[in-house]
């Protein structure tokens, strides 16, 4: 039998990945007392996983499942090599929880590898099915990643392995999209959570506000508008709104290759290219419709270079308002040092940057955590019922050699839009 391999990335160029296989780590050690020891089995890798890859110095990520100690010594140093995580669904191969026997599947954030990992769970005490990981390893994460769901062996054989790549490849975006539509963009005062709780700057974080929230009658632009995160977002403004808090426009911003797939999701009014800003005609028709008394939301999903400012600097004098959020990064490699620059010169334009983990603990403060979960699970159907987004396809790769080429796929920005890519292993 071959040895289990994991994932191994530089953490300077996180282009520069390892498929490196672990001869020493077995047999595996005890299995500690309430404990699961899951084999990562089918998960998902989008512009996500870079994010992770990008900022895992200054949120932890590197250090949600580290090297473990087989790793050969050519990758043992932990300053220059890491492994970052993916969601998606792992299999019980060994258990001293009575609550999850062997055959049970889990999802949540899991190591990218065929090496089991061994997670130390708690039971919520309000929503069935989940569990805390409380190993004091993971104590400084945010506490998204440390929740999972679990599917007891019966459950798990009705669950398709379609269906669990489809939700290795749209749970997460779409949990996000839902709260961030419901909370953070709250039509009712007392849905209101803030997009934010995490302090970057060396000044305390203004309050949020309704009248930030307000999208009623808003013009809503869009960067990076072919992105999972983005089109679900863009679904659940057009379609999960009330009437009379819908803003008036949602305006796309894509690039050239990934316009046609923007279009057929149906989810954006208005389909622009990221340079239309640089021409006065094409600006002019996307803006028609503002007058000095609109208010702008300029949602940023990882927009490439200067887009993001472009745009913002644009819209300005134009308008009454322009609020700009940022729900992610542009997928590139920079410093530690660059990406504190490109966050300086953000915050500088008044973006306002969602912190996705504190979204969820303060929306879950709002209701309560058991509605916050049902809620959302009511979301999740109705989108999956609903043919969940027009265009895309999952695109299943089997092993690490398939993950290896997806990762570089990825990095070099040749997954198509329509694409999620999906792995078994």
């Known amino acids: 039998m071959s040895p289990p391999t994991i994932q191994v990335l530089c953490k300077q160029d996180f282009t520069q990945q390892h498929i490196v296989p672990l001869p020493d780590a077995e047999p595996l050690p005890p299995l500690s007392p309430s404990s699961v020891r899951v084999k990562t089995y089918i998960f998902s890798l989008t512009a996500n996983n870079i994010s992770y890859a990008k900022a895992g110095h200054l949120f932890g990520w590197w250090d949600v499942h580290p090297l473990p100690p087989s790793t050969p010594e050519q990758f043992q140093d932990t300053g220059k090599y890491g492994r970052i995580s993916a969601w998606g669904f792992g299999a019980v191969e060994e258990s001293n929880r009575d609550d999850l026997p062997i055959g049970s599947l889990v999802y949540g954030y899991l190591p990218i590898g065929t090496l089991p990992v061994d997670l130390a769970l708690s039971a919520s005490t309000t929503v069935a099915g989940q569990f805390h990981e409380i190993s004091p390893s993971r104590a400084k994460q945010f506490p998204v990643y440390n929740e999972y769901l679990t599917f007891s062996p019966t459950q798990a054989s009705l669950l398709s392995d379609e269906r669990l790549g489809w939700d290795a490849l749209l749970r997460i975006p779409c949990a996000v999209s839902h709260r961030l539509n419901r909370y953070v963009f709250a039509w009712d005062e007392a849905h209101l959570a803030p997009p934010s709780t995490l302090k970057l700057g060396p000044s305390p974080l203004p309050p949020w506000t309704m009248e930030q929230a307000d999208m009623a009658d808003a013009v809503v632009v869009i960067l990076a508008a072919s992105g999972k995160n983005a089109v679900t977002f863009a679904r ?43 021409s006065e005609a094409t600006l002019d028709a996307v803006t028609g419709t503002l007058d000095k008394g609109t208010k702008v939301i300029v949602c940023d999903f990882g927009a490439r270079g200067s887009v993001f400012r472009a ?23 920079t410093t530690s040092e660059q990406f504190r620059e490109d966050m300086a010169g953000n915050m500088a334009l008044g973006r306002i940057q969602v912190n996705a983990s504190d979204v969820f603990a303060e929306a879950a403060k709002k209701v309560g955590k058991k509605e916050f979960e049902e809620e959302f699970l009511k979301s999740w159907g109705e989108f999956l019922d609903a043919g969940a987004v027009p265009g895309l396809k999952v695109e299943v790769g089997q092993g690490m050699d398939a993950v290896a080429k997806g990762w570089d796929r990825l990095c070099s920005g040749d997954v198509g839009s329509e694409t999620g890519l999906v792995f078994k292993i």
């Open 311 to 333: 745009w913002v600097t644009a819209l300005k004098p134009l308008v009454r308002t322009v609020l700009p959020i940022g729900i992610g990064s542009e997928p590139k490699v």
């Open 236 to 278: 659940q403004l057009k379609f999960a709104r009330p009437a009379g808090s819908q803003p008036r426009k949602i305006i796309a911003v894509t690039s050239q290759k990934s316009k046609a797939f923007v279009e057929t999701t149906g989810f954006y009014d208005p389909v622009c290219l990221y340079d239309d800003v640089k």
